[in-house]
Structure formats: structure tokens, C-alpha cells
């Protein structure tokens, strides 16, 4: 399409995740004034989850939801003011979503061109694949044999092209989050594959909006100034021909948008924020600058690109035996010490029949008093509570071996230390214990097929790029010189914000400078070995931490942080989303005077 200077593009996000609110879309399409409503819902526990879901049925493996609730719900009122919808919906079974959404239509008596983005799928080449070189990229693991699901993340562009066929709706499966909004600009932009900068900058509106509420006031540190959590507002990205855009929300909703929620959201799952990867486009968002605007409204610029590469990364997941996971209540004084001993108890029983019947050990027992601080280890400063919840979660390779332990926890609610209850729920059931391998795959061995209704109209490799050195990123020269007058020490929270995530078995915490006058002594204080130091109880591999100038913060990337990280874990925060709320404990000394 024709590059207007003066023309702007509104993208509304109506979902962060498979299971994400049932009341977004009707937000975004009543009150956002939007030409596109997009959907995430894929993150790699949600693939493994799908493949799950297809085993058992081959109807299933996409989000039903997006169907049943989402589109039946809007999709009239999209077709009536000519809204677009873009959605990584059709998980591992994209024709089964479309399928669906053309029965809704012809319900609805809707006339709508629905296409579909193929291609990602690998799993039916696994085999094949699996006797090249495909390793893990943080283990060297080789590609296991047995995979669930196998899964290239494809780019933006058979998105444009997509919608520039004409689609009304278009359905992918796994591509990158970003791209259910870049695929829409580069359409409407007519962005061609060398604008790096400008990809880039769409693709950071992407990333800002792809985990929904999570930039207009959900999981924000100041959560307490944040208007109404019952209305919560869903983001809007308005953006401009030059890539630079306005973060909004509808009017009269709820929720908040800010420099700080912005800014936490654009921390939120990257590593090193200069070379944040991506199918098309290589960014550096080091330098992003936030301005507010007005009430609800920040404008977002200084991302930059460069050439993305030849590879695309491919998620696999696999099944790596069973879990187990239990819980109870515990009440009454010395209720930690109870909770812990009865666990302990009832793991202990188990082996021993384990042994009677010549059953193996479990792989893993991970025991955690939620309540008693257990997660903050060495940190903990609870000492007499008197009610928690005791929680054991177990790795076995036999299932039957972890139903026979589930049968078994009963035991302790007459048999253990008194104060016990909470088995109401019924027993526990054993779970598959799905791991995910990351690898990599040159991009000219992915053909994709964009499908309009029965036409197949683009087969292809999009692999004419090449690949950009590493940028190095910009880093701080900062001094916190002593002043004269006395330190005092405060929590991290009154200097800045937090936001964490993962990454399957990594984690990162973003850290914002409240003021710039505060990065001098987070620059000297809050070190890689700081926080290294602060999670030794939990992070078993390294901490890196990376600058990020622009909005004067800085980024943490944990590597083995989460025991497994997703469906593999036994963790109770299995995905590092309270990591961020607990680093904002740690103290930091600073002069009285910069509080004032």
C-alpha cells in the first residue's frame, strides 16, 4: 500500500496467552477505534500443552477459545466496521482453527477470507532432522528421537502477504509473538525487508502489546496506583509510517499507562537487549525513548535493525517421564516445621515401597512451604507464622509409580502432624513431564504456504537475508562518587521497577530506575554478582546483567533459573514471574537527600 506519512494504524491486543480474558475483544472492538485486533496465545508450555490436546483428539491442538469465545463474540461487528484480525491461534493444528472459523462464519452469514500461514510444523520431518545437526542451544543436547511437537517460529511477512491477497482473518501457528502486529504494518506501510529500523520499531510494538494488560497496568510494581482491575483496560498501539508509536488504552476502562509500565513491558522475556532476535529483523532496544504524552498515552521511538539472519528457532517439545504435583493446608503454630516433616514423611513411605517393589527412585522431590517464604530461601523473614500451604512436587519416570504416591498422601491426613486439611480438590494426578529443546534451522529448509480459502497462494523459503554481527550494545559509565553525607539503606522497590519472566529454563528480571538519579548506585550495587548472590538458593547457572539506557534501566538474564522452567518444572513459580517482586527486597544505600 501506498507509505502515507500522516497515516496511522491502530493495533488493539486482545490476548496474552491461551486463556486470557473472555471480555477483551468486545473492549478493543467497542471502545479502541482499531483497524486490527490481533491475538497472542502460544508461549512454549502453551505448545506443549496443545500437542497434548491433539494426541488425544486430532480435531483439537489449536485454541478453541479464540473460536467459541472470542470470534463468535466480535466477529460480526469486525466485518461491519472493517477491523482485520491477525492470531497465532491455530497452534499445531492450523487447519482445525480455520476450519472452525469458516463454520462460524457460515453460521454468522459472514462472507470473510480466511487464510492460514503453514510451515512451521516440523514434526512430521523430525526424524529426519533429528540425524543432522540440530543441538540445544543452551546444552548441546542432541534433538531427542521422541518428540510431542516440533516447531519452527516463523516471521512477519507471510502475514503481509497474507493480507495483502486480501485476507479478512489470518491464522498461523507458531511464529514469533511480535509478528501479529509487524505483519499488519508491513502490510499497511508497505515496509520492504531492508527497513530494519522501521521493522524494528514494529516489532517493538509488538513485544509491548503481544502480552496484552501486561503494559497498561497488569503485573505493574505500582500495582496499588493502577484505577480499576476489574475493567482492565487492553492496549492499543497506534502507530506511524516511521514506526514510532503511541501506547493508549479505550476510553472509560480501567488500567494505567505510564513510563514505568511501558518500560517494564518492553524488559519483560528478552535478553540482551541490543540483539533481541527475531525472523526479520535483528533490533536493539537499548536505546528506546519513552515520553508521556498526556493521561494514558506514551510515545515510543529509537529502536533499531540490521539484517536478521538465515535461521529460524525451532521449539520442540518432548515428554521426559512424569510429575507430581501435591498440596495441603497446615495450620496452627510451628504449622512450617508440621507441613515439611509430613512431606518429608510421606516421600520417605514412598521409596520405601518404591524399593519393596524394585521401582526406581524419583528423579527429583521438590518440597516448598509457601507461606513460610520458602521460595526467597537464605531471605526469608517469616519466622511464626501459624498457617501455610505444603507443597512436594515429584519426577518419576513411571506413571504408575507416581499414582501409587498420590493415593499415598492421603495417608498423612490422619496419620501426620495435626492442623492438616485442604484435600477436598481430590488427589493429585500424574502429569506427562513435557521438557522443550531449543534449536536452530536454516531458514531454506522451512517452505511456508499461505493458503486463501482452497488456493495455496504464496509456497516459498523466506530466507533471502543475511546475517548481522552482534551489536555491542550501549553501556552506562556511571560513578556513584561518595557524597559527604551519610548513606541510608532502602529497598529496591523505592528506586525502582521490576518486571521478570522466562524463557524455558532462564529467566530475566528487568530493573527501571524510578529517577536517572538513582542508576549511579544501582550501577555499583545492583551487580551481576549481586543478584547472583541474592538467588544462589535457586539459580543454578550464570547472571548476566545488560544496559539499557534509554530507559535508564537495566536487564538480568539468569540462565538454569527455573528447575526445568515451564511444564518440566516442580517449582511452584515454575516460570520466574515473582523473581522480579522479590529482587525489589535487597537493599541498595543511597544518600538520604536523592529521596526527597
Known sequence: MINDKDKKVRIGCASAFYGDSQLSARQLVEKGNIDYLVFDYLAEVTMAILSRAKAKDEQLGYAVDFVTVAM??????????????????????????IAALEKLCDILQLDLKVAGVYGDDLLPRSTALATGDMPEMQTGAPLPNKLASMNAYLGAKPI?????????????????????????LMHEFGWQHAAYNRLAQGALAGHVIECGAQCTGGNFTDWHLVPDFSNMSYPIAEISADGSFVIEIPQGTGGLVSIGTVAEQILYEIGDPANYLLPDVACDFSNVKLKQLGKDRVHVRGAVG??????????????????????????????ADKARTSLEAWVKRTRDVFEKKGWEDYREVSIEIIGAE???GPHSRVQNTREVIGKCGLHHNSREALQFASQEMAYLATSAAPGLAGFGAGRARPSPLMRVHSCLIQKSQV????????EVIIEKCYDKDETSD??????????????????????????????????????NIGIIARKPEYLPYLYEQLTADAVAGYFAHTVKGQVERFDVPGVNGFNFLMTEALGGGGTASLL????????GQMLLSITISVPASLLL
Not at 503481509?160 to 499488519?184: F, K
Not at 511452584?572 to 523473581?579: M, T, Y
Open 72 to 97: 463468535k463474540d466480535v466477529l460480526t461487528d469486525c466485518a461491519r466496521q472493517g477491523i482485520k484480525v491477525v492470531a497465532n491461534a491455530g497452534g499445531v493444528n492450523v487447519p482445525g482453527c
Open 160 to 184: 503481509a502477504d497474507a493480507l495483502a491477497a486480501g485476507a479478512d482473518i489470518v491464522v498461523t501457528g507458531r511464529i514469533v509473538d511480535s509478528a501479529v502486529v509487524l505483519g499488519p
Open 306 to 335: 540490521r539484517a536478521p539472519g538465515e535461521q529460524y528457532k525451532v521449539c520442540a517439545t518432548y515428554v521426559d517421564g512424569y510429575r507430581l504435583i501435591g498440596t495441603f493446608f497446615m495450620g496452627g503454630l510451628r504449622c
Open 374 to 376: 520458602a521460595t526467597y
Open 447 to 454: 517452505p511456508v504456504k499461505v493458503q486463501l480459502g482452497t
Open 470 to 507: 552482534m551489536a555491542l550494545g550501549i553501556h552506562y559509565a556511571l560513578d556513584a562518587t561518595a557524597p559527604s553525607e551519610v548513606l541510608i539503606d532502602v529497598p529496591l522497590e523505592t528506586l525502582a521497577y521490576a518486571r521478570s519472566g522466562d524463557k524455558g529454563n532462564n529467566a
Open 572 to 579: 511452584v513459580d515454575s516460570q520466574g514471574k515473582a523473581l
